[in-house]
Structure formats: structure tokens, C-alpha cells
């Protein structure tokens, strides 16, 4: 890490459900062009810390700030509505389930945020969707509707949705993992194309070939803690912990079967 101030900052983050603790204490700092990936097994907090960011699944303690704003401010109810719709501008959000609308064309879909959130004029909106539509090879579908369009499909158009936003940051919650194993590379190819772009990304995954290729760091979470972090020729080539070696071997046992 450098002496650089953190583009997101993730200050002492704890999760608990009940007495079950799914975030204890965990501390990240990403600046602002990284690439972090987060890997680790089912139920091990990932997804949770990454909704967190955006305060889709509030912290029970802890902060997140994005540059000098923080996100999980303790505010009054109206105030908090106005504060979290602002930030959530800045940061667009990936999920395993593309979420499109589905009584909404793919123009309808992109243009409807940034139409309503920032204001954007008709014309605006379409040369904005128009853009991203292309940056992810979705333009020739435009007029289409959801259910016309493979997973991949409409993975890349939820992509091109958040980025229309012009967000700060992205984040994606196993973007590929709902979708047919000949698909996820034309969706990993299109985050690839954002990293190479210097998106400030966060990207939970099981894909561990296109984290080791694509990501500067790694953490390595398990049972609601990082347990190892570093550069991914480190975390995927030579891990220190048992914990993080036990998993790798595993998965790639599975891979190959």
C-alpha cells in the first residue's frame, strides 16, 4: 500500500445478525484506479461486505467512506434518504441476478437512472446509453426487451446500466456466477475492458483465473474475517495461511473435475 488516501475506506466493519457475527472487524482500503478482488467460500461474508459499501446491508459497527463522504452516516430518516441517494450515484452495483426490468426495452432500461436521478434530457440519456451500450457490444440489441436476450446478454446490459450512472467506483457481486459456463467470458471480458480503463472496482468472484489476471490485490475472507490479502501472483501462487491454501486446492479440485 502506498502513502496515497484511500478512495474507499472500509474502517472497522462488523455485521451481526442476532448472535451470529458475519463481519468482525474487517479494514479495507482501496484506492482510487484498484482493482480488489474478494474470494472465499459460501457464507464466508463476501457479498456482505460488498453491500455494505453502498449500505444495501448496514453495518451493526464500523464506517465507509467514499473520498471524503461517508456512506453509512446515522442520520435522521429524511435526511439519510436524501444523503444515501446521492452517494449511491457514485457507486454502481453488479449482482449475480441482472435485475433488468423487464417490461423495459435495453434503451429503456439504461436511460431510465439517469433520466430520473440526474436529470438528463431524452437526448442526453441516449447518447449516454448509446456509449456504454457499446463499450459492452450490446448496441445492436438495443430495442430489444429482456427476455430476448441470453444471461450474458443481460449481464452486459446491467454493466452498461451502472456505468451510465458514471459511478466512482464499481462494484460486482459474482456477476458470472448465474450463468452457463460458456457465457462468463464475454461478461468477464467487458470487466476486463473496465479494468483496463481504471475503474476503482470491487469485485467478489469464484472466477480465480480472472482475479489472478486482472486484480492487483486479493483478500482471502473466511468465517467473517480477511484472513490474507495481497498481490495475486502471492495469494494464488505461494499463500501463506493454511486456510487460504486448503481453499485454493479445493477449488481448483473442483475446476478440474
Given at each position: 500500500?502506498?502513502?496515497?488516501?484511500?478512495?474507499?475506506?472500509i474502517?472497522n466493519a462488523?455485521?451481526?445478525y442476532g448472535k451470529l457475527?458475519?463481519?468482525?472487524?474487517i479494514s479495507?482500503?482501496?484506492?482510487?484506479g484498484?482493482i480488489?478482488a474478494?474470494?472465499g467460500?459460501?457464507?464466508?461474508?463476501?457479498?456482505t461486505?460488498?453491500?455494505?459499501?453502498n449500505?444495501l446491508?448496514?453495518?451493526?459497527?464500523?464506517?465507509v467512506?467514499?473520498?471524503d463522504?461517508q456512506?453509512?452516516k446515522k442520520?435522521?430518516?429524511?435526511?439519510?434518504?436524501?444523503?444515501?441517494?446521492?452517494?449511491?450515484?457514485n457507486i454502481g452495483?453488479?449482482?449475480?441476478h441482472?435485475?433488468l426490468f423487464?417490461?423495459?426495452?435495453v434503451?429503456?432500461?439504461v436511460?431510465l437512472?439517469p433520466?430520473?436521478?440526474?436529470g438528463?434530457s431524452?437526448?442526453e440519456a441516449?447518447?449516454l446509453?448509446r456509449e456504454?451500450?457499446?463499450k459492452?457490444?450490446?448496441i445492436?440489441?438495443?430495442?430489444y426487451?429482456p427476455?430476448?436476450?441470453?444471461?450474458?446478454q443481460?449481464?452486459?446490459v446491467a454493466?452498461a446500466r451502472?456505468l451510465?450512472?458514471?459511478p466512482?467506483?464499481?462494484?460486482?457481486?459474482e456477476?458470472t456466477?448465474?450463468l452457463d459456463?460458456?457465457?462468463?467470458e464475454e461478461?468477464?471480458?467487458v470487466?476486463?475492458?473496465?479494468?483496463?480503463?481504471?475503474?476503482t472496482m470491487?469485485?467478489v468472484?469464484?472466477?480465480?483465473?480472472?482475479?489472478?489476471?486482472?486484480?492487483d490485490?486479493v483478500?482471502?475472507?473466511?468465517?467473517?474475517v480477511?484472513?490474507?490479502?495481497?498481490p495475486?501472483?502471492k495469494?494464488f501462487?505461494?499463500?501463506?495461511?493454511?486456510?487460504?491454501?486448503?481453499?485454493?486446492?479445493?477449488h481448483l479440485?473442483n475446476?478440474n473435475?
Amino acid at each position: 500500500m502506498t502513502d496515497e488516501k484511500p478512495f474507499l475506506d472500509i474502517r472497522n466493519a462488523k455485521k451481526s445478525y442476532g448472535k451470529l457475527e458475519v463481519l468482525k472487524d474487517i479494514s479495507l482500503r482501496v484506492n482510487r484506479g484498484q482493482i480488489v478482488a474478494i474470494i472465499g467460500p459460501s457464507g464466508s461474508g463476501k457479498s456482505t461486505l460488498l453491500r455494505a459499501i453502498n449500505d444495501l446491508d448496514p453495518l451493526t459497527a464500523g464506517e465507509v467512506w467514499l473520498e471524503d463522504v461517508q456512506i453509512n452516516k446515522k442520520l435522521p430518516h429524511r435526511q439519510y434518504e436524501k444523503h444515501i441517494n446521492q452517494v449511491r450515484q457514485n457507486i454502481g452495483m453488479v449482482f449475480q441476478h441482472f435485475n433488468l426490468f423487464p417490461h423495459l426495452s435495453v434503451r429503456e432500461n439504461v436511460t431510465l437512472a439517469p433520466k430520473m436521478l440526474k436529470g438528463l434530457s431524452d437526448d442526453e440519456a441516449e447518447e449516454l446509453a448509446r456509449e456504454q451500450l457499446e463499450k459492452v457490444g450490446m448496441i445492436d440489441r438495443i430495442d430489444y426487451y429482456p427476455s430476448r436476450l441470453s444471461g450474458g446478454q443481460k449481464q452486459r446490459v446491467a454493466i452498461a446500466r451502472a456505468l451510465a450512472m458514471k459511478p466512482k467506483v464499481m462494484l460486482f457481486d459474482e456477476a458470472t456466477s448465474a450463468l452457463d459456463p460458456e457465457l462468463v467470458e464475454e461478461v468477464n471480458l467487458v470487466m476486463k475492458k473496465l479494468a483496463e480503463e481504471h475503474m476503482t472496482m470491487v469485485i467478489v468472484t469464484h472466477e480465480m483465473g480472472f482475479a489472478e489476471s486482472v486484480c492487483d490485490r486479493v483478500l482471502f475472507m473466511d468465517q467473517g474475517v480477511v484472513v490474507e490479502e495481497g498481490p495475486p501472483e502471492k495469494i494464488f501462487r505461494n499463500p501463506d495461511n493454511e486456510r487460504t491454501q486448503n481453499f485454493l486446492r479445493k477449488h481448483l479440485a473442483n475446476a478440474n473435475r
